[in-house]
């Protein structure tokens, strides 16, 4: 199947700073992918849905402003978390659909686990 | 709306014994429904998928679900647990055809293996 690469696997940041996150499709183009949050024992969250070449489409309750989200291409989505606070931390996770032809399937990164000290 | 239930959160079967994990779904369209697990600091990973075309769909390492549109249900089974099944299962759904839908996600399912 194909590849989602997500980078970093877990971060460690201080209150006030800003981390970003990045997500690759190795082996094929997706012009949507999507960035999920997911709590402890919880399930996933649907946070933005990332679009190639245009502003992403949030969630209602999830402020644009302390989420940035850019897809600056076909294969790289990035999810920079701003002036970051303990109540951030958590796992994201994001997902992206091959855009060609009739694929059916998300395939997700390995997550990022954010730890705000 | 779509929704999706994954009734238990945690199931504990023994070794061998039948593994069911229950998902019912709610959508006002045609669904695509999804069965993914996720192991400790790990993203998803596909264990198969419903895409209206045969309602019994076999996936990876075993596992099998049926789509059963009346009871609006997508249940995952698998004959034979092993100890490396233990994980978090999570059922999902989204609209069917093309397109970059939205995945819908239940609340997960803790499997949990016993000797």
């Known amino acids: 199947g194909a590849v989602v690469s997500q980078h970093p696997s877990w971060v460690i940041c201080k209150s006030g700073t800003s981390v970003k996150i990045e997500c690759r499709s190795l082996?094929?183009?997706?012009?949507?992918m999507f960035w999920y949050r997911q709590f402890p024992k919880q399930s996933l969250m649907l946070m933005a849905t990332?679009?190639?070449?245009?502003?992403?489409?949030?969630e209602q309750g999830v402020e644009k402003d302390k989420f940035l989200i850019n897809h600056a291409s076909l294969t790289l989505s990035t999810l920079t978390v701003t002036s970051a606070h303990p109540e951030d931390s958590s796992f994201y996770i994001c997902?992206?659909?091959?855009?060609?032809?009739?694929?059916?399937?998300?395939?997700f990164g390995q997550g990022t686990r954010l730890t705000v000290v | 709306a779509q929704s999706v239930t994954q009734l238990g959160s945690h199931v504990s079967v023994s070794e061998g014994a039948l593994v069911l994990l229950r998902c019912n779904y709610s959508?006002?369209?045609?669904?695509?429904l999804f069965w993914y697990v996720q192991y400790p600091n790990q993203g998803l990973q596909l264990l198969l998928k419903?895409?209206?075309?045969?309602?019994l769909v076999k996936g990876i390492n075993g596992f099998e679900a049926e789509f059963k549109k009346s009871e609006t249900s997508f249940h995952l089974t698998k004959p034979s647990a092993h100890m490396s099944d233990a994980a978090e299962y999570f059922c999902?759904?989204?609209?069917?055809?093309?397109?970059?839908?939205?995945?819908?996600f239940g609340q997960g399912t803790r499997l949990t293996i016993n000797p």
């Open positions: 997902s992206a659909r091959d855009t060609k032809g009739l694929s059916t399937e998300a395939f």
């Open positions: 990332s679009n190639e070449g245009s502003k992403a489409t949030y």
């Open positions: 082996d094929f183009q997706a012009t949507t």
């Open positions: 999902a759904v989204s609209k069917a055809g093309q397109g970059a839908q939205k995945l819908v």
């Open positions: 419903y895409t209206s075309a045969a309602t």
């Open positions: 959508s006002s369209v045609p669904p695509y």
